[in-house]
């Protein structure tokens, strides 16, 4: 029953290419994130939306943007990917005030 | 804005023993803190929370204690299983507009037979 699906398990993509990193949740969440995981660094925030339309700036939003036509997707956008965007991303949604995320499983890019 | 730190990075036990992890945030006007469990090549999954007007949260073997004065709480495993092996992440959200969760850097648990 998996409520977060993230399109792509592993990518690998070429410096300069951009990149599209689908998520769509079904559960009617307002609130919808992505995250990087880096080892040793945690999960940090690049972009969230609490409506549709509506992004907000997280923690490390250097290089990316997000989109938001309808509730239920929210897609990052590598503008032009660089290799110190290899990373493990993932996206999350939530009912406000925020408590308990649900994760996607996940998109491993590699950017070469 | 809000700053979450966890340690250890690294916790080795022998099954049976119990595991502590802690964290400390820095925004005195965070009013939840939830626990997420991954396993490895999966996605995270909340385990336990506890919010700023509770002391201390149990779930079986595990839980939660929070000290608001100091700013810090802690994940409590007892009688460990080597399915408890896992990366361990706490968050915080603040009192903000905006509900982000803040995520400390993760420990990772390893429960050995």
């Known amino acids: 029953d998996v409520k977060v699906t993230q399109s792509s398990r592993y990518l690998v993509k070429r410096t300069g290419e951009k990149v599209f990193l689908e998520c769509v949740q079904d559960?009617?969440?307002?609130?919808m994130f992505w995250y990087r995981q880096d080892p040793g660094l945690g999960l940090r925030l690049i972009y969230f939306?609490?409506?549709?339309?509506?992004?907000e700036k997280g923690d490390i939003p250097e290089g990316y943007s997000v989109s938001r036509e309808k509730k239920e997707r929210f897609s990052l956008i590598l503008e032009s990917a660089s290799t110190n965007q290899t990373s493990m991303y993932l996206c999350?949604?939530?009912?406000?005030?925020?408590?308990?995320?649900?994760f996607g499983s996940g998109t491993r890019l590699t950017v070469v | 804005g809000e700053n979450v730190e966890q340690h250890p990075s690294t916790l080795s036990v022998q099954e049976g023993d119990s595991a502590v992890i802690k964290c400390t945030y820095s925004d005195s006007a965070s009013n939840y803190f939830p626990w997420y469990k991954q396993e490895l090549g999966k996605r995270p999954q909340l385990i336990i929370d506890?919010?700023?007007?509770?002391g201390e949260k149990k779930d079986q073997r595990i839980a939660v204690t929070l000290n608001k004065t100091a700013k810090h709480f802690s994940l409590h495993i007892t009688e460990t299983q080597p399915e408890d092996s896992a990366v361990y992440f706490c968050a915080a959200r603040g009192d903000t507009g905006f509900q982000k969760l803040v995520f400390g850097t993760g420990t990772r648990l390893l429960v050995s037979p």
């Open positions: 506890i919010r700023s007007n509770v």
């Open positions: 559960m009617d969440h307002e609130n």
């Open positions: 939306s609490y409506d549709v339309k509506m992004k």
């Open positions: 999350a949604s939530s009912f406000p005030p925020g408590d308990g995320y649900t």
